[in-house]
């Protein structure tokens, strides 16, 4: 194992550490509503999620990508029986090459914004859901880094809570509308379905599966699908008075395109800001 790969997982020791250790009073009553509020992910709460996800195996001489997130949650009232919730995706790529003489390429990826409505009260059987739509930016900093295309696409999101279960999923399609001379079109679906377990007599404490499934309809029958399996453990706790959730996972993609990545560590750092 690589001295990076070593690094990543002394990391990933600490996160679990910090994570298995007591939460302490200052987290106080509110902790279990605040996991579950960032177990939801149209909560009408202001939060700046970074999210790294360090792939493994990439490309023709199997090295390693890595994906930072920065993920701002930004909710809306729309009237009195509606929120208006958005989350910007902008992603920070380090890119390894994948034909012979490329080098490594880092910068910029294409900025991703979803808006959902969704109604203040949840169903009268518990059930939380929106709908709204989801805008591509071609904001890439170099050809490799982005699709170079315009896109839309719908998106939906539903929930439901379950004693200490929050189990739900989100779903989005992006189709170009627009491409950069020479670039193909994209036609790409997103699915991420999300168990969280959270643990009655360690508030704040969670365990959680939330794969990322997607598939390139523009790809080849054998080439389309990702399909990645798992398991997370995440932590609500706070730095002084910020409550932050702490959050590590490791992905194995049993289905998954050539030169794809075999294997997945994400490390997510999450500052709240209820209200």
């Known amino acids: 194992m690589g001295a990076n790969n070593v690094k990543k997982l002394s990391f990933v020791s600490i996160v679990l550490g910090l994570s298995l250790s007591s939460t302490g009073p200052a987290l106080a009553q509110d902790v279990e509503a605040l996991a579950k509020a960032a177990q939801n ?5 202001i939060s700046v999620p970074f999210q790294n996800n ?16 920065i993920q701002p949650v930004v909710p809306f009232d729309f009237g009195e029986k509606w929120n208006l919730i958005t989350r910007t995706i902008i992603p920070v790529l380090s890119q390894p090459g994948f034909s012979p003489g490329q080098d490594r390429r880092n910068g910029l990826g294409d900025i991703q914004l979803s808006a959902f409505l969704s109604p203040k009260q949840p169903t009268a059987s518990g059930l939380i859901w929106g709908a709204g739509m989801v805008t591509q930016f071609d904001t890439a900093s170099s050809d490799r880094l982005g ?29 170009s509308v627009s491409e950069n001379d020479g670039r193909n079109e994209v036609n790409v679906m997103l699915i991420q379905p999300f168990i969280n377990y959270n643990f009655p007599d360690k508030p704040g404490r969670y365990l959680t599966f939330a794969p990322v499934i997607t598939s390139n309809w523009e790809a080849d029958s054998t080439e389309r699908w990702t399909v990645p399996l798992g398991l997370g453990i995440g932590q609500i706790t706070r730095f002084g008075k910020q409550p932050v959730n702490m959050q590590a996972s490791v992905y194995y993609n049993v289905k998954k395109p050539d030169f794809a990545a075999d294997w997945q560590l994400r490390l997510q750092l999450q500052l709240m800001f209820p209200k």
Do not use: H, R, Y
């Open 41 to 45: 992910p149209i909560a009408s709460l």
């Open 54 to 69: 360090t792939n493994f195996n990439v490309g023709p001489d199997e090295e390693t990508q890595n994906i930072l997130n």
């Open 147 to 175: 699709q170079g295309v315009f896109g839309l696409g719908p998106s939906a999101v539903a929930l439901k809570s379950i004693g200490p279960w929050v189990i739900g999923g989100l779903i989005n399609n992006v189709w």
